[in-house]
C-alpha cells in the first residue's frame, strides 16, 4: 500500500466490495509499511474506494449524531471506530486479513452497539492495567471485542508507527485467557494471505479478540500498556454477540423491492447464528397465492447472502428459510420494476405524460418536486393524464403505483423540459427515394383531442398551400409515399387539427426529386461550407462534373457516378462558374452556379 495518508494509524483506510463480498481491482492491498493492517474496514463500491470511503463518512457522521443526542457530548474518534470496526460484517474465514481488514461496514450493527451501551471508554496512566467485567449470556456465541485508542505521533522515519502499546486479553469465568488476532506481515504471498491467529499485537492501535462459544455467564476485559505511559491513554471498546442458533432476515424488509433498482440482480440477506455447516431450503410466494416455490434446497446459512433473480412480477411477495424443522418468514416485499414517466405532448400552458400500466393496480400517483418536498399531484387509474403547468411547481416529476394498498417501487424521476416531446407533434421528416417518390414521416405525442392529421403541399405554380393528404388520429405514427412529387424541389408540412377547432402546424420541409433526366443542382446560389448536391433520376457511372470560370479556364472535375451526390466546392473561389456535365464524352447538363463566401 503506498502513499503516506493512507499509512496513517488514527484514521480509517477503506476498501471496495461488490455485493458479495469480493474485492474490486481497484483496491490497493495491506499491510501498511510496518505490518499494521491495512485497510481497517471495506465497503460497496463498483467505481473505487472514494465511494466506499463516503459511505463509511456518511455513517460515522450519524453515528456520531446518535451520539450526541444520546449522551449530549461528542463522539470520541477511538469509539467511532471501535463502533464501525466491531459491527464489521466477517468476509472469508473468521478474524481480520490484509485485503479487507475486519470486514464490510454494517451501519445497522454499529447503531445497535451504540443504543443498547455496548462500549466501554477507559483511561490507562504509567504501567497500570485495568479489569472491566461484564455479563454474557451462557447461550451466547460469535462474542466479539474490538479495543481501539487513538495513539501519539511517532517520529519521523521510526520503524514502526506505534507509540503507546496497549494490549487487549479476555478472561471468561473459568479463568482461561483469550488473546486478540495476529496476522503475519512478513514480505512474501503465502504469509500475507495466510489466515489470522492468537497471539500478542505489537504493531497495531488496534486489537480484536473473537470467541466462538463464550460458555460462562461473565467475562472480564483485561487492558495493559506493554510500556510505562507517561500521561494517560484513552481507549475503548465495543462488544457484541449472538445467541446460539438464531436467525433474522435483514433484506428485503416490508418497504424494500427485488431487485433493488428494479433493474439489477440483488442479494437477499439475513444474519445467523447456526453453525457454518448447517444448510437450509429457501422459498418464495406472492401474497395472491397458496404455494410456496423453491428456490434453493442447500443453501449454506453461514454465508449470509443469496443472489437471486426473480421474475418481475409488479405485486408483492414474502420469503421462506427452513432450517430443520424451523421456519422464518421474511416481511411483505415487492417484486417491481420502475415505472417511466413519458412525456406525450408539451405545449405552452399544458403537459401530457404516460407510462406502462400494471396489472390489478389500485392507482397510479404522479408526484412533482417541489424544493425538498414531494407534492402528490393526482392519483389515477389511468396511464396517461394532462396537467396544467400552472399546477406544477417544478419541472421534476415521478410515477408509482399503488397495488393492494401498498406501493411497488418508485418511478425514476424526469425532468420534462429534456424529454423530447413537442406540442402533439413529435416529428415530421421527408424522404426522397430516386424511383419510388417521396415518404412522408409523421409521429405525434398524443392523440388526446386530435380530430385528423393533414400533410400539405406548396405549389409550384402560384406557392399556394394544397391538401396533399388526410388522415384520422388512429395512430401515433403515420408513414405517406407520395408517388407523383414534383420534379424537382417538393416542400411541405404536416398540420395537427384538433377537435375543438385548433392546429398545430409543423416545420416546413423541403427534399428534391428528379423526374426527368436532366441533373438538378442546389442549392444555387452556394456558400462555400456547403457541399453542392447533384442528383440524377438514375444512377450514371461514368459521368462527372467539370467546372470553369469565366474565361473558360477549367477549375475543377469530379465524378457523379450515384444518383446522389456530394460536392465540395473549398477550392473555388467566390464568383460565378460554368459547369457541364459529361457522360461517356456525351454532355447531358450544363448551367451556371454562383459560389458565395
Same mark, same amino acid.
Given at each position: 500500500?503506498?502513499?503516506?495518508?493512507k499509512?496513517?494509524?488514527n484514521i480509517?483506510?477503506?476498501?471496495?466490495?461488490d455485493?458479495?463480498?469480493n474485492t474490486?481491482?481497484?483496491?490497493? *492491498?495491506?499491510?501498511a509499511?510496518d505490518?499494521?493492517i491495512?485497510?481497517?474496514l471495506?465497503?460497496?463500491?463498483?467505481?473505487?474506494?472514494s465511494?466506499s470511503?463516503a459511505?463509511v463518512?456518511g455513517v460515522?457522521?450519524?453515528?456520531?449524531?446518535?451520539y450526541?443526542?444520546?449522551?449530549?457530548?461528542n463522539?470520541k474518534?477511538?469509539?467511532?471506530k471501535?463502533?464501525l470496526?466491531?459491527?464489521?460484517d466477517?468476509?472469508?474465514?473468521?478474524?481480520?486479513?490484509h485485503?479487507?481488514?475486519y470486514?464490510?461496514l454494517?451501519?445497522?450493527g454499529?447503531?445497535?452497539?451504540l443504543e443498547? @451501551?455496548l462500549f466501554?471508554q477507559?483511561?490507562l496512566?504509567g504501567d497500570?492495567d485495568?479489569?472491566?467485567?461484564?455479563?454474557?449470556p451462557?447461550n451466547?456465541?460469535n462474542?466479539?471485542?474490538?479495543l481501539v485508542?487513538?495513539?501519539p505521533p511517532?517520529?519521523?522515519?521510526d520503524?514502526?508507527?506505534?507509540?503507546?502499546?496497549?494490549?487487549?486479553q479476555?478472561?471468561?469465568?473459568?479463568?482461561?485467557?483469550k488473546?486478540?488476532?495476529?496476522?503475519?506481515?512478513a514480505?512474501?504471498p503465502?504469509d500475507?494471505?495466510s489466515?489470522a491467529?492468537?497471539g500478542?499485537?505489537?504493531?497495531?492501535?488496534?486489537e480484536?479478540?473473537?470467541?466462538?462459544?463464550?460458555?460462562?455467564?461473565?467475562?472480564?476485559?483485561?487492558v495493559?500498556?506493554e *510500556?510505562?505511559l507517561?500521561?494517560?491513554?484513552t481507549?475503548?471498546?465495543?462488544?457484541?454477540w449472538e445467541?446460539?442458533?438464531?436467525?433474522?432476515?435483514t433484506?428485503?424488509?416490508?418497504?424494500d423491492?427485488?431487485p433493488?433498482?428494479?433493474?439489477?440482480?440483488?442479494?437477499?440477506?439475513?444474519?445467523s447464528?447456526?453453525?457454518?455447516q448447517?444448510?437450509a431450503?429457501l422459498?418464495?410466494?406472492?401474497?395472491?397465492e397458496d404455494?410456496w416455490?423453491?428456490i434453493?434446497d442447500n443453501?449454506?446459512?453461514?454465508?449470509?447472502h443469496?443472489?437471486w433473480?426473480?421474475?418481475i412480477?409488479?405485486d408483492?411477495?414474502?420469503?421462506?428459510m427452513?432450517i430443520?424443522?424451523?421456519?422464518?418468514?421474511?416481511?411483505?416485499f415487492?417484486?417491481?420494476?420502475?415505472l417511466?414517466?413519458?412525456?406525450?405532448?408539451n405545449?405552452?400552458?399544458?403537459l401530457?405524460?404516460n407510462?406502462?400500466?400494471?396489472?390489478?393496480?389500485?392507482?397510479?400517483?404522479?408526484f412533482?418536486?417541489?424544493?425538498?418536498?414531494?407534492?402528490n399531484?393526482i392519483n389515477t387509474?389511468?396511464?396517461a393524464?394532462?396537467?396544467?403547468?400552472?399546477?406544477?411547481?417544478?419541472?421534476y416529476?415521478?410515477?408509482q403505483a399503488?397495488?393492494?394498498?401498498?406501493p411497488?417501487?418508485t418511478?425514476e424521476?424526469i425532468?420534462?423540459r429534456?424529454?423530447s416531446?413537442?406540442?402533439f407533434?413529435e416529428?415530421?421528416f421527408?424522404?426522397?427515394?430516386?424511383?419510388?417518390?417521396?415518404?412522408?414521416n409523421?409521429?405525434?405525442s398524443s392523440?388526446?383531442?386530435?380530430e385528423?392529421v393533414?400533410?400539405?403541399?406548396?405549389s409550384?405554380?402560384d406557392? @399556394?398551400?394544397?391538401?396533399?393528404?388526410?388522415?384520422?388520429?388512429?395512430?401515433?405514427n403515420i408513414?405517406?409515399?407520395?408517388?407523383?412529387?414534383?420534379n424537382?424541389?417538393?416542400?411541405?408540412?404536416?398540420?395537427?387539427?384538433f377537435?375543438?377547432?385548433e392546429?398545430v402546424?409543423?416545420?416546413?420541409q423541403?427534399?428534391?426529386?428528379v423526374?426527368s433526366?436532366?441533373?438538378?443542382?442546389y442549392?444555387?446560389?452556394?456558400e462555400k461550407?456547403?457541399d453542392?448536391?447533384?442528383?440524377?433520376?438514375n444512377a450514371?457511372?461514368?459521368?462527372f462534373i467539370?467546372f470553369y470560370?469565366?474565361q473558360?479556364?477549367?477549375?475543377?472535375?469530379?465524378?457523379?457516378? *450515384?444518383?446522389?451526390?456530394?460536392i465540395?466546392?473549398?477550392i473555388l473561389?467566390?464568383?460565378?462558374?460554368f459547369?457541364?456535365?459529361v457522360?461517356n464524352?456525351?454532355?447531358v447538363?450544363?448551367?451556371k452556379i454562383?459560389v458565395q463566401f
Amino acid at each position: 500500500m503506498t502513499g503516506n495518508f493512507k499509512q496513517a494509524k488514527n484514521i480509517l483506510t477503506i476498501g471496495a466490495v461488490d455485493t458479495s463480498f469480493n474485492t474490486i481491482e481497484l483496491n490497493s *492491498n495491506g499491510p501498511a509499511f510496518d505490518g499494521r493492517i491495512k485497510p481497517e474496514l471495506v465497503a460497496y463500491s463498483m467505481t473505487g474506494t472514494s465511494n466506499s470511503a463516503a459511505l463509511v463518512s456518511g455513517v460515522s457522521i450519524l453515528l456520531k449524531q446518535a451520539y450526541r443526542n444520546a449522551y449530549e457530548e461528542n463522539l470520541k474518534s477511538s469509539l467511532l471506530k471501535a463502533l464501525l470496526i466491531n459491527s464489521a460484517d466477517e468476509i472469508g474465514s473468521v478474524g481480520p486479513e490484509h485485503k479487507t481488514g475486519y470486514g464490510s461496514l454494517n451501519a445497522q450493527g454499529a447503531l445497535e452497539q451504540l443504543e443498547k @451501551e455496548l462500549f466501554i471508554q477507559g483511561e490507562l496512566i504509567g504501567d497500570n492495567d485495568t479489569g472491566i467485567k461484564i455479563k454474557v449470556p451462557e447461550n451466547a456465541v460469535n462474542f466479539k471485542a474490538t479495543l481501539v485508542w487513538t495513539d501519539p505521533p511517532a517520529q519521523a522515519n521510526d520503524e514502526y508507527a506505534l507509540v503507546n502499546d496497549l494490549n487487549l486479553q479476555i478472561k471468561d469465568g473459568s479463568g482461561e485467557v483469550k488473546l486478540p488476532w495476529v496476522l503475519s506481515a512478513a514480505p512474501n504471498p503465502s504469509d500475507l494471505n495466510s489466515a489470522a491467529i492468537k497471539g500478542i499485537d505489537h504493531i497495531n492501535n488496534i486489537e480484536q479478540i473473537h470467541i466462538e462459544r463464550v460458555g460462562t455467564d461473565s467475562i472480564e476485559f483485561i487492558v495493559s500498556s506493554e *510500556n510505562t505511559l507517561t500521561s494517560p491513554q484513552t481507549f475503548a471498546i465495543a462488544y457484541s454477540w449472538e445467541i446460539e442458533d438464531q436467525f433474522a432476515w435483514t433484506s428485503p424488509t416490508f418497504n424494500d423491492n427485488i431487485p433493488y433498482n428494479g433493474e439489477t440482480v440483488s442479494h437477499i440477506r439475513w444474519k445467523s447464528s447456526f453453525s457454518s455447516q448447517i444448510t437450509a431450503k429457501l422459498y418464495y410466494k406472492l401474497v395472491s397465492e397458496d404455494q410456496w416455490g423453491l428456490i434453493e434446497d442447500n443453501i449454506l446459512v453461514a454465508d449470509e447472502h443469496f443472489r437471486w433473480d426473480p421474475k418481475i412480477v409488479n405485486d408483492f411477495a414474502q420469503l421462506k428459510m427452513i432450517i430443520g424443522d424451523k421456519s422464518y418468514l421474511s416481511d411483505t416485499f415487492s417484486i417491481s420494476s420502475p415505472l417511466r414517466l413519458n412525456v406525450g405532448f408539451n405545449c405552452s400552458d399544458s403537459l401530457s405524460f404516460n407510462w406502462q400500466s400494471v396489472e390489478n393496480v389500485d392507482y397510479y400517483s404522479l408526484f412533482n418536486f417541489a424544493g425538498d418536498e414531494i407534492k402528490n399531484l393526482i392519483n389515477t387509474k389511468d396511464t396517461a393524464i394532462t396537467v396544467s403547468k400552472s399546477d406544477l411547481e417544478t419541472s421534476y416529476l415521478k410515477v408509482q403505483a399503488f397495488k393492494r394498498g401498498k406501493p411497488l417501487i418508485t418511478g425514476e424521476i424526469i425532468d420534462y423540459r429534456l424529454q423530447s416531446s413537442n406540442c402533439f407533434l413529435e416529428s415530421y421528416f421527408v424522404e426522397s427515394i430516386q424511383g419510388e417518390g417521396i415518404y412522408h414521416n409523421l409521429n405525434l405525442s398524443s392523440l388526446s383531442g386530435v380530430e385528423k392529421v393533414r400533410i400539405e403541399k406548396r405549389s409550384s405554380s402560384d406557392e @399556394e398551400w394544397e391538401n396533399l393528404k388526410e388522415f384520422s388520429a388512429s395512430s401515433f405514427n403515420i408513414e405517406f409515399l407520395e408517388t407523383d412529387p414534383d420534379n424537382g424541389l417538393n416542400t411541405s408540412r404536416a398540420i395537427v387539427l384538433f377537435t375543438n377547432g385548433e392546429e398545430v402546424v409543423s416545420e416546413i420541409q423541403s427534399t428534391y426529386y428528379v423526374k426527368s433526366s436532366d441533373f438538378i443542382l442546389y442549392p444555387n446560389p452556394i456558400e462555400k461550407e456547403v457541399d453542392l448536391k447533384v442528383f440524377a433520376k438514375n444512377a450514371l457511372p461514368e459521368a462527372f462534373i467539370s467546372f470553369y470560370n469565366l474565361q473558360g479556364q477549367l477549375i475543377l472535375t469530379t465524378a457523379i457516378p *450515384n444518383d446522389r451526390n456530394f460536392i465540395d466546392l473549398e477550392i473555388l473561389s467566390a464568383g460565378m462558374y460554368f459547369y457541364k456535365i459529361v457522360e461517356n464524352t456525351t454532355i447531358v447538363s450544363s448551367g451556371k452556379i454562383l459560389v458565395q463566401f
